[in-house]
């Protein structure tokens, strides 16, 4: 539930129950963070294909993009995703508490790789002051072996993950989990 009218999993129809479907069979459920985009349901598919893409990136591992999507929202004091992605790294990355909590404490202290903590720096420090981001943060990430695609994506998923906590915090999206 939220204060923005959604469409739930029973009640959906056409195009929203068709998304819904996939959302399910992928991930068993329809996170009530999704559902608050069905009330536009080209919104809807597009994060839907988008979160389908990450999730199948070529190089930005699981834990790396849901440490992204973890200390991103930290930052924008959304509960619900730090929650979420904090189950998810313990969950489906087999990380235990504690590497989660050092990770929120300190994201150089996690257990992703150095290249990836790197990288995970650069995301942290554009989504939080853009105006930052420098021609040596992206030559020192570059030199660690990501690719400008990389660079790219990894910085539009934070800042896709600014764009959901401001909707989930906004239409105050109820805990599903």
């Avoid at 608050?36 to 893409?53: I, V």
């Avoid at 070529?58 to 834990?63: A, D, E, R, S, V």
Wanted: glycine share 6%.
């Amino acid at each position: 539930m939220s204060i923005l009218q959604t469409v739930t999993p029973e009640s959906a129809t056409g195009e929203v129950a068709e998304i819904y479907a996939q959302i399910k069979q992928a991930w068993g459920h329809v996170p009530t963070a999704i559902q608050a985009f069905s009330a536009n349901p080209f919104l809807l598919k597009h994060q839907w294909e988008y979160y389908s893409s990450v999730m199948q990136h070529p190089t930005l591992t699981f834990p790396l993009t849901a440490s992204i999507r973890m200390l991103v929202s930290q930052a924008g004091s959304c509960t619900y995703c730090i929650d979420m992605n904090a189950g998810m790294l313990m969950n489906m990355a087999g990380w235990t508490p504690e590497q989660v909590a050092s990770t929120r404490a300190d994201f150089k202290n996690s257990p992703l790789t150095p290249k990836e903590k790197m990288l995970l720096g650069l995301v942290l420090k554009a989504t939080r002051d853009s105006n930052s981001v420098t021609a040596l943060d992206l030559q020192a990430a570059r030199e660690a072996g990501w690719s400008d695609g990389d660079i790219l994506d990894a910085v539009n998923h934070g800042a896709r993950m600014v764009a959901a906590d401001i909707i989930i915090n906004g239409f105050k999206v109820e805990r599903d989990f």
